[in-house]
């Protein structure tokens, strides 16, 4: 008998402890060559502060900055390898600027040293600057700050299954959010869009959460909060008899007394199973409007039936024709 080959792993198999191993021993090997000086590029946070009030960022500034530094494997080593775990950054100090400013970043930072910042214990003064990798400088544009309180308007799909229909408007939580930036660009917005979704065969009510989009990704603008909760509630189509609907006349002469015979009609609705459930005769209203539909030569008018945006349709109303009543009142 042939004894079966050993189960060959793939290659990728415990691939996490290989990339540390390996990554331990480039840590080692910088530590071996500690003594040595070395120069080595990292990127910094660009963090703004001191910003005027009543004033904003009027213009998009990099968020990034590639600095050069020199110092030895030891220290190069220890920084690289707490950088991922430190909010290391290099400040903007804005305090003096007014509205326009060009910050030189190699002359900023060797004048104001202490605005790079290395949040790890003795590496600081174990590194020293070499110089601006990129960008060479940085254009500072302030203009005047507003916030507005705009609505939000889904741009949501819904492809409702068989036999379903929607019951009442969309509901937005929040239905207004904040947009904050220069006062020109914001005084642009009238709506935030949500993002685009589609969604079939709906056949529950639905809730979700949708992220919004940006009004102008050219403007330096913040919406607040990002994404808004849109409900809606679906059920299944139905059908009610309603029964002794009051019928009302509207527009009646001050001098006249009008009635309607009969005063109640009956009818079928139809709509979500819940609603007509829960709401009754109140999804309808059955009217005769005496300014309208009255006439001296006809004195039997079929009355106009309004319904709740909900229901779908009414039909079967009975009667379809009301005999109008008319008396004027005596002086």
């Known amino acids: 008998m042939v004894p079966p080959l050993p189960e060959q792993r793939p290659f990728y ?33 660009i963090e703004i502060r001191n910003i005027r009030e009543g004033k904003t960022l009027s213009e998009e500034t990099p968020r990034t900055a590639v600095l050069r530094f020199r110092g030895t494997g030891r220290s190069l080593a220890k920084f690289f390898l707490w950088r991922p775990f430190s909010d290391t950054k290099l400040v903007l100090d804005l305090e003096r600027v007014q509205q326009r400013h060009v910050f030189y970043l190699d002359e900023y930072l060797r004048r104001n040293p202490q605005r790079i910042s290395i949040p790890i214990v003795g590496i600081q003064e174990n590194l020293s600057f070499v110089e601006v990798v990129r960008p060479d400088s940085i254009l500072i544009e302030l203009g005047d700050y507003e916030e507005i309180l705009v609505p939000v308007r889904p741009q949501v799909t819904l492809d409702l299954a068989p036999g379903y229909t929607q019951v009442g408007n969309w509901v937005v939580t929040p239905s207004m959010v904040l947009v904050k930036g220069v006062a020109e660009a914001v005084a642009q917005v009238s709506v935030i869009l949500s993002m685009r979704q589609t969604y079939r065969d709906v056949a529950a009510p639905l809730e979700i959460h949708v992220g919004l989009l940006h009004p102008d990704p050219r403007q330096v603008l913040v919406v607040e909060p ?37 005063s109640t009609v009956a009818l079928t609705v139809i709509g979500g199973v819940d609603f007509l459930a829960d709401n009754g005769m109140s999804v309808v209203e059955v009217l005769v409007d005496y300014r309208t539909q009255w006439s001296p030569t006809n004195l039997f008018i079929e009355p106009q039936v309004q319904l709740d945006p909900s229901v779908i349709e009414y039909r079967d109303l009975v009667p379809k024709q009301l005999e109008l009543i008319t008396i004027r009142q005596s002086l």
């Open 13 to 45: 198999a415990d691939l996490l402890y290989k990339l540390g191993a390996v990554g331990l021993a480039v840590i080692l090997w910088f530590f071996s060559i500690s003594n040595s000086q070395f120069e080595a590029d990292a990127e910094f946070r």
């Open 226 to 262: 990002v994404n808004v909760k849109i409900e809606v509630d679906i059920q299944m189509i139905g059908e009610r008899r309603l029964e002794e609907v009051p019928v009302r006349v509207i527009n009646i002469p001050e001098n006249m007394n009008v009635f309607v015979s009969p």
